[in-house]
């Protein structure tokens, strides 16, 4: 079992730069691959970016791809999502997850646990 809970979200304006995080608790976090997703009003959950369990595998979304940067703690339980240059289309409750697979994977199907997420809202 392994609990998530993600931090850092808040209002910023457009062009600023945010850092979330995903706290896990539980049995060995760090052989888990952790996804980040967000969700805006009125759209579906959509991939952000993924890093694999040693940190050496990372995916980004092509919206996010060259704004954000994904890392990990395995000492701190921590997976970090650093975001820049953000613009309003950006605005979504952003949600990390982890997978027993241990890969960076795409696709929300394949996680296992679910943080309740931490809105980000990008003022224009």
């Known amino acids: 079992q392994v609990q998530l809970v993600e931090s850092g979200g808040g209002l910023v304006q457009a062009g600023d730069s945010l850092t979330l995080s995903c706290a896990a608790s539980g049995r060995s976090f760090e052989t888990y691959g952790v996804g980040w997703f967000r969700e805006a009003p009125g759209k579906e959950r959509e991939f952000v970016s993924s890093i694999n369990w040693t940190g050496t595998d990372k995916n980004y979304s092509e919206s996010m791809r060259g704004r954000c940067t994904i890392s990990r703690d395995n000492a701190k339980n921590t997976v970090y999502l650093q975001m820049d240059n953000l613009i309003p289309e950006d605005t979504a409750v952003y949600f990390c997850?982890?997978?027993?697979?241990?890969?960076?994977?795409?696709?929300?199907?394949?996680?296992?646990?679910w943080g309740q997420g931490t809105q980000v809202t990008v003022s224009s």
């Open positions: 997850a982890a997978t027993g697979t241990g890969w960076a994977i795409q696709s929300g199907r394949e996680y296992d646990y």
